[in-house]
């Protein structure tokens, strides 16, 4: 069901994060920071498939926004440091 896909997506979405690293677009600062947020969200959407309140999709939902926002500025750390 939809909690199976939002397990399914998140887990898609950590690895394509991790491209530009394996790619070589960017260094280990970009692929660290992603990879820690990625863990983060494939937790979260751990707990979403266990759950069965709303409390932890919503909590989820926000989470997804932030997780944008760092890794970009993930990208702009790693251009700038190195």
Same mark, same amino acid.
């Given at each position: 069901?939809?909690?199976?896909?939002?397990?399914?997506?998140?887990?898609? $979405?950590?690895?394509?994060?991790?491209?530009? %690293?394996? *790619?070589?677009?960017?260094?280990? #600062? =970009?692929?660290?920071?992603?990879?820690?947020?990625?863990?983060?969200?494939?937790?979260?959407?751990?707990?979403?498939? $266990?759950?069965?309140?709303?409390?932890?999709? %919503?909590? *989820?939902?926000?989470?997804?926004? #932030? =997780?944008?926002?760092?890794?970009?500025?993930?990208?702009?750390?790693?251009?700038?440091?190195?």
């Amino acid at each position: 069901g939809t909690k199976n896909q939002i397990l399914l997506y998140t887990g898609a $979405l950590v690895l394509l994060s991790l491209l530009p %690293l394996y *790619l070589g677009d960017f260094g280990w #600062i =970009y692929g660290s920071i992603a990879l820690g947020l990625g863990l983060v969200f494939i937790g979260g959407a751990l707990k979403v498939k $266990l759950s069965s309140g709303p409390k932890d999709s %919503l909590r *989820l939902f926000f989470y997804s926004i #932030i =997780y944008l926002f760092l890794l970009f500025t993930a990208m702009l750390m790693d251009r700038v440091i190195s």
